[in-house]
């Protein structure tokens, strides 16, 4: 590179406020800014040499040459064997040039996608080794050693070894063929079908990078509200365009399976899946899709669940249906993730207990390469939930998480919530499935039960926004995604700090308040929504804003009434024997403390008990004061949040300060919004006063009744 273009290069990492518009998530690679890291890293690093030839290394020189370069502010030379410094990287298969430089103890447990990155003296030289046994282990490990710097973490004597715990790592878009997202708050879908396969846009490579520098493997490409016309030839076609792109990345693509295709597209009478044609069907239909994507990963299923399709429209079980898809699968190595977000229109049962009545029958029914898709609670993606019951109880079939990344239910594209403390704490669940110690995190690792493979999927939140997230914090749940699925040991708290590190930069007080901020967002979020254990009260349809009040919708289940159950004595759901009895579906110890009103945390409390207005809770205050302070809690931990961004003018480049600003102050109001709207509902109810603390509500209850938002985005197509 030129000398001049450097300087330039230098010259714009360093303006204070510069602009960024966000596109370059985490990957930005701007010049190190700690002077004596620098050093280090420019000496340590002077040449580097990739030993293998083929479509990822490509993709693996240019991320070095572009992230050593912004990074180090300095040109890598292409290196030979004898350098002193060198970069060498590689897989380390027997007689290669690596396998010579490495002891068998040193790449041993790193199964197919694990790495090591070594520093090494031979022959004198130091030399740096990132090496795996096969491409996307490298990839993996060059985007760890790349993150080292990004994050300033010293790069001597580096012995490091990783495999991820999960062996599928998978995005699930809820993309409509329309290019419409469900549930989507960044704009339109990323995929141009209708410009696929011919036009390959960039930002298509750009999401590549971003996924693998994470870790995720692979990527459902359709909604699971699914359109049987992606399995016709020309979108097929399509497919294997993205395929091919993401191919070197180590990204294998999956798609959405509508039950019926086999009538829509293929003119059957039926869809019944023990019916030879329709088997045959999906066989053909699915040697055609291995015949232009060798690496197709399969299939997710969403059948018998609000309205899609399913084996049960033939007095079919799940395990009939899902057997049929694993059948045609299983001989090209694919899966089926078959969704256990099912629950009934007939059904009047709580439709908290609904997974397990149907899925425990089932269990040991379904072929090995099947997975339950269990969503992380039995309701639906609420700001908390406990842990859904089905991964306490499915001993012989396995079971995958599912998450939601996209902010449905935690203020969609304008609310910061960041997801990692969601998701750690019910990582960290205990299911006691096989006694003390058994935590979800243990059951879809597989570590608990033989798994024949092991799932971690995130409902994606991202779209044509230049930005990709619509917020700009909205990238550090898809980066925390990702980092969880490699490895849910690390802490949310860990994983906040490397993404600030790498979006925002490494400055230490900045990255204290920055942290502080999302360490408590989760938390605020459910204090002015959803506090003590409250769940589905937003507005119907687009789930945007308070909705406690909604009690006429076409089934009972999608009200808010149904749930929080206010009446003049109390409020919550009864889920215990006197009233659902669904946590009699949790492992007798957990059922123990959650059915006992005082051993229940208070942040389930209202789930699982109908609890009265003046009922005392721990803090000594009633049930009506603690509700109405945990409302105005979240609001002044909103406030919070924006006072300490606004400190932080200076260190922040003006565009992502600007707009994370205003969606602060959108989140502001709005959390206002909800602590008035659901504290006028809930107190026609209690008739007690509301506490001095929190402030007369600026409206009466009939104006935010009547608040009508018929555009809010994301809201299901109808198709
Ligand atoms: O949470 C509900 C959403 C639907 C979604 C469904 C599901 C894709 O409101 O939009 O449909 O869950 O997970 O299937």
């Not at 006992?596 to 389930?604: A, G, I, L, Q, T």
Request: some cysteine; glycine content about 8%.
């Amino acid at each position: 590179m030129p000398k001049l273009i450097i300087c330039f290069f230098l010259f714009c990492s360093i303006i204070p406020g510069k602009a960024e518009d966000g596109y370059r998530l985490w990957l930005r690679y701007d010049l190190i800014e700690d002077g004596a890291r620098l050093q280090e890293y420019r000496a340590r690093i002077s040449s580097m040499l990739i030993v293998d030839e083929n479509a990822t290394m490509d993709v693996i020189k240019k991320e070095l040459e572009h992230g050593l370069t912004g990074l180090l502010g300095q040109e890598i030379r292409n290196g030979t064997l004898a350098d002193d410094h060198l970069l060498l990287v590689g897989t380390y298969g027997p007689n290669t040039i690596l396998s010579e430089r490495l002891t068998p103890n040193e790449t041993q447990d790193l199964g197919s996608e694990g790495f090591t990155i070594l520093s090494k003296v031979i022959d004198g030289k130091n030399i740096t080794i990132i090496t795996g046994l096969h491409d996307a282990g490298v990839l993996y490990g060059v985007f760890h050693f790349l993150r080292l710097l990004q994050t300033h973490q010293s790069i001597e004597n580096l012995n490091i070894k990783i495999a991820p715990k999960i062996q599928v790592r998978i995005l699930n878009h809820w993309d409509n063929l329309d290019r419409t997202v469900e549930r989507g708050y960044a704009g339109f879908s990323i995929w141009n079908w209708h410009q696929l396969p011919e036009y390959i846009d960039p930002r298509y490579i750009d999401y590549a990078r971003a996924n693998a520098s994470i870790g995720i493997n692979g990527t459902v490409l359709t909604n699971v509200n699914a359109n049987a016309l992606i399995l016709r030839p020309d979108y097929l076609r399509k497919v294997k365009a993205l395929a091919d792109v993401f191919r070197p990345f180590g990204i294998k693509v999956y798609l959405t399976a509508r039950f019926s295709a086999p009538i829509e597209l293929g003119g059957l009478e039926t869809a019944d899946p023990l019916d030879e044609t329709v088997q045959q069907w999906w066989n053909e239909k699915i040697e055609e899709i291995y015949e232009q994507i060798p690496d197709f990963g399969g299939f997710v299923v969403k059948a018998n669940s609000e309205g899609q399709p399913g084996p049960q429209n033939y007095n079919r079980s799940h395990a009939d249906g899902a057997n049929m898809l694993a059948t045609a699968l299983g001989p090209h190595g694919g899966i089926v993730m078959w969704r256990a977000f099912v629950y009934s229109n007939e059904e009047p049962e709580d439709r908290h207990k609904q997974a397990n009545n149907e899925f425990i029958p089932l269990d040991g029914e379904f072929k090995s390469n099947v997975l339950i898709q269990v969503k992380n609670g039995a309701i639906d993606f609420q700001p908390r939930e406990p842990f859904h019951p089905l991964f306490g109880a499915l001993e012989k079939t396995p079971v995958m998480m599912e998450f939601q990344i996209t902010q449905e239910y935690l203020g969609q594209g304008t609310h910061l919530a960041y997801l990692g403390s969601l998701w750690k704490e019910v990582l960290e669940s205990d299911t006691y499935m096989q006694g003390k110690g058994s935590t979800v995190a243990k059951v879809i690792d597989g570590s608990l039960t033989d798994q024949y493979v092991t799932a971690m999927a995130g409902v994606a939140n991202i779209g044509s926004d230049r930005n990709w997230t619509s917020h700009p914090f909205g990238q550090a749940n898809w980066y925390a995604f990702g980092r969880l699925a490699w490895d849910h040991e690390l802490s949310a708290d860990w994983i906040a700090d490397e993404w600030i590190r790498m979006t925002f930069g490494n400055d230490g007080d900045l990255l204290d308040k920055i942290k502080e901020m999302m360490s408590q967002s989760h938390e605020a979020v459910v204090n002015y929504m959803t506090p003590l254990g409250l769940h589905h009260i937003m507005g119907a349809g687009h789930h945007y804003g308070p909705g406690p009040w909604v009690d006429k919708m076409s089934r009972a289940d999608w009200t808010s009434t149904y749930y929080h159950r206010a009446d003049s004595l109390g409020i919550g759901f009864d889920r215990t024997q006197t009233g659902s009895d669904a946590i009699s579906q949790y492992q007798r110890p957990v059922a123990k403390i959650f059915e006992s009103r005082e051993k229940c945390p208070e942040k389930y409390l209202l789930w699982f008990h109908h609890v009265g207005w003046k009922e005392k809770l721990a803090s000594g205050k009633i049930l009506w004061d603690e509700l109405c302070l945990h409302y105005q809690e979240g609001v002044d931990q909103v406030q919070g949040f924006l006072d300490t961004w606004m400190t932080l003018r200076d260190q922040v480049d003006e565009e992502r300060f600007d707009h994370v600003q205003s969606l602060l102050r959108i989140q502001l109001k709005e959390a206002k919004w909800w602590r008035d709207a659901c504290i006028s509902y809930f107190q026609q109810f209690s008739k007690l006063p509301i506490p001095d603390s929190v402030p007369v509500s600026e409206h009466d209850l009939e104006y935010y009744r009547n608040k009508k938002y018929p555009y809010a985005p994301g809201i299901r197509p109808r198709w």
